[in-house]
């Protein structure tokens, strides 16, 4: 896990810190005197989640980041926002994407207090499972579906800044800084206009054989301890990820996710009975091993799977 705070009332070292944080950009202030930029970052490789506080007016024009760049406005507004023939302004709740990786962009922040979300965009395609070379998923609009697509991703990232990249003892597990990318990348196709191909063709239902099902079920147990995404899962089982898909849903009536999830809960209970509590050994350092970083879920599923809490086990009551 990377951090990183910034915070300055310095316009020239401002403009620098933000062209070495996103990329490279030229602010100004349309008042006179000062105004502070307050900064705060929790970074892993694919997913970086930042909070900025600036007390001033400030405009901006970046050149492009080659990143997904989310943004949760708080407080404030931010004015006038513009890129390739697109104009916008955003207030407080508003949850938008900036704009696709690719291009630049420029407008006014105006006193705000807000978030700024970046994750790779190779994560969208992880997730949604188009084969390589078939064109790389990406967004199509910069706005919600809906208000309550875009509460559930404001809820997403709330979360992954809380409860997984501000613990460094959760967020330095490899399964779960995989699982909870793959949630953020999962949330954004829910929410805003993609260019994802979700319903199996004919090709794929001809290729969600046994076969191909039986490969796949044996990559997840080789590298249920590994990060492992949908992408990859599929590339074993040497089908495309909507055909994955829909032979776990014809033959399981699941998701290769949830089998991942379900395997690797097994792999927990079983740590669990050999674990030694003596030795300091808890639940929430298995689980996370595990990739469960929500203490409180973990729990649930493990009741509703074995029947009874993942503490029992671990201290053979």
């Known amino acids: ?16 810190f933000l062209s070495r944080a996103y990329a490279r950009m030229r602010i100004g202030s349309g ?18 989640v930042d909070e900025l506080d600036l007390d001033f007016d400030m405009s901006y024009s970046v050149t492009p980041l080659g990143r997904i760049c989310l943004c949760l406005v708080h407080e404030g507004t931010i004015e006038d926002h513009a890129f390739h023939g697109v104009r916008d302004s955003f207030g407080p ?27 790779d965009p190779a994560l969208l395609s992880q997730v949604a499972g188009e084969a390589t070379g078939a064109g790389a998923v ?5 706005r919600p579906y809906s208000r309550e697509a875009a509460d559930r991703l404001r809820q997403t990232i709330v979360y992954l800044r809380d409860h997984v990249l501000a613990v460094p003892g959760v967020a330095d597990q490899p399964l779960v800084t995989a699982t909870a990318a793959q949630h953020l990348a999962a949330s954004v196709l829910a929410t805003f206009p993609n260019s994802a191909l979700t319903e199996p063709t ?10 191909a ?26 089908v495309t990820v909507r055909a994955l898909q829909y032979a ?8 290769p996710l949830a089998h991942l999830r379900r395997v690797r809960l097994s792999h927990a209970h079983q740590a ?46």
Do not use: K
């Open 138 to 142: 990406r967004l199509t609009g910069h």
């Open 31 to 48: 008042g006179t005197g000062t105004g502070r930029t307050r900064i705060e970052r929790n970074a892993i490789d694919s997913v970086s």
């Open 93 to 119: 709740g508003d949850v938008v994407s900036f704009a696709p990786p690719e291009l630049p962009y420029e407008g006014r922040v105006c006193g705000a207090r807000y978030n700024i979300t970046m994750l």
């Open 248 to 255: 776990f849903r014809r033959h399981l009536d699941t998701t």
């Open 1 to 16: 896990m990377q951090t990183l705070t910034f915070d300055s009332d310095d316009m020239g070292r401002t403009e620098e």
């Open 213 to 238: 099902l039986r490969r796949a079920l044996t990559h997840i147990e080789d590298h249920a301890d590994q990060p492992v995404t949908v992408a990859e899962i599929a590339e074993a089982a040497h």
């Open 202 to 211: 004919g090709s794929d239902r001809q290729d969600a054989h046994p076969a």
């Open 272 to 317: 669990l009975l050999t674990a030694d509590p003596g030795e300091g050994v808890t639940v929430t350092e298995i689980a996370a091993r595990w990739g469960f970083h929500h203490p409180g879920r973990f729990a649930a599923l493990y009741r509703e799977c074995y029947g009874h809490a993942p503490h029992r086990t671990l201290h053979g009551s």
